[in-house]
């Protein structure tokens, strides 16, 4: 059975970095894709990066964290290292997995993926 664990997450200052670790078990990571998202309160899930082909490693960012969030890969994991936070950013984020994809944005809904975690919570504050 495929498990993504999420970790890393907690409170951070605005301007502040955190870096989130995604742990996938049992699954051949070369033949997929990853992709991070962020859920707020009350909030639908959004795509905020991804990794289109786990083989590639081409990384992709929406337009909003481009420039400061940073998707990266090891071995069975998958890292979001997201500087210069903002309050507007808080909330739940959880990584997915899917067959490859090629384009130069990121899926944008949850349900393009076939799995994801539990997620982990991030709360931006002062």
């Known amino acids: 059975q495929v498990q993504l664990v999420e970790s890393g997450g907690g409170l951070v200052q605005p301007g502040g970095s955190v870096k989130l670790t995604c742990t996938i078990s049992?699954?051949?990571?070369?033949?997929?894709?990853v992709g991070w998202f962020r859920q707020g309160p009350g909030k639908e899930p959004e795509a905020v990066s991804c990794i289109s082909s786990w083989r590639d490693g081409n990384a992709h960012y929406v337009d909003s964290v481009r420039g400061r969030f940073t998707v990266s890969r090891g071995k069975n994991a998958v890292y979001l290292q997201m500087d210069s936070l903002k309050p507007e950013e808080s909330g739940l984020y959880f990584c997915?997995?899917?067959?490859?994809?090629?384009?130069?944005?990121?899926?944008?809904?949850?349900?393009?993926?076939?799995?994801w975690g539990q997620g982990t919570q991030v709360t931006v504050s002062s």
């Open positions: 049992n699954l051949s990571l070369e033949n997929y894709g």
């Open positions: 997915a997995v899917r067959s490859p994809f090629y384009g130069s944005s990121c899926p944008k809904k949850l349900n393009d993926y076939s799995g």
